[in-house]
């Protein structure tokens, strides 16, 4: 069964510092790759997805992520967050049949202004 | 777009009762996932439906059953509440594939005493 694990449960970071978040899955075929952010009582967001192509994808709010085939590896960065970044983000996979995500633990990010 | 909407919010019920939870998907979406997601973790599939039939199971026991309707409106059963059934539950919802990713609800935040 494939599993996803963020290393990171806590971040803290002060405005204008970069921002990179961890994610590796444990699958050996196809993979789609997406990430997910639930600010302070609101709903999961999707953040940016990545099925196939260019392997630095970009998304919404200045995020991206690079997938590392080689490394099973699906990593968050920005270059210089904001306060408004504090959230819980969430790295999902799917693969194989069904299109059901699997999601890690989450890492709750918090910025100091 | 009119998104996910769950009901109820909030819900709390005595360890043996039976609960139904709701959500309707967002507009042209036939596809409904829901997950569960305990305190401090990320979201576990609990199942899928496509067009009335589930299509797809997680790890979950069977007193813990669904229903999609016509309209694409989904509900989740859980039958015999247990303690640890407290949780956030997340409906999720996608049109005609996995390329848009999937929409979620706010949730139902469930507490079992």
């Known amino acids: 069964a494939q599993s996803v694990s963020q290393h990171n449960h806590h971040v803290i970071l002060s405005e204008a510092a970069s921002l990179e978040l961890g994610c590796n899955y444990s699958y050996g075929g196809t993979v789609n790759l997406f990430w997910y952010v639930q600010y302070p009582g609101q709903h999961l967001q999707l953040l940016l997805k990545?099925?196939?192509?260019?392997?630095l994808v970009k998304g919404i709010k200045g995020f991206e992520a690079e997938f590392i085939k080689s490394k099973f590896s699906f990593n968050l960065r920005k270059p210089s967050v904001q306060w408004s970044d504090t959230a819980e983000y969430f790295c999902a996979v799917n693969a194989g049949a069904g299109n059901m995500l699997t999601f890690g633990g989450g890492t709750r990010l918090m910025v100091k202004p | 777009e009119t998104g996910v909407t769950q009901s109820p919010t909030h819900l709390i019920k005595t360890r043996g009762q039976q609960v139904t939870l709701r959500c309707s998907s967002q507009s042209g979406h036939n596809t409904v996932s829901w997950y569960q997601q305990a305190l401090g973790q990320g979201p576990q599939f609990i199942f899928q439906y496509y067009r009335e039939e589930e299509n797809g199971r997680g790890n979950f026991p069977p007193r813990f059953s669904g229903l999609q309707f016509p309209n694409y409106s989904s509900e989740l059963n859980v039958n015999a509440l247990e303690l640890d059934d407290s949780a956030l539950y997340l409906c999720?919802?996608?049109?005609?594939?996995?390329?848009?990713?999937?929409?979620f609800g706010s949730g139902t935040r469930l507490t079992v005493v």
């Open positions: 990545y099925f196939s192509g260019d392997p």
């Open positions: 999720a919802s996608r049109g005609q594939g996995l390329l848009y990713g999937y929409t």
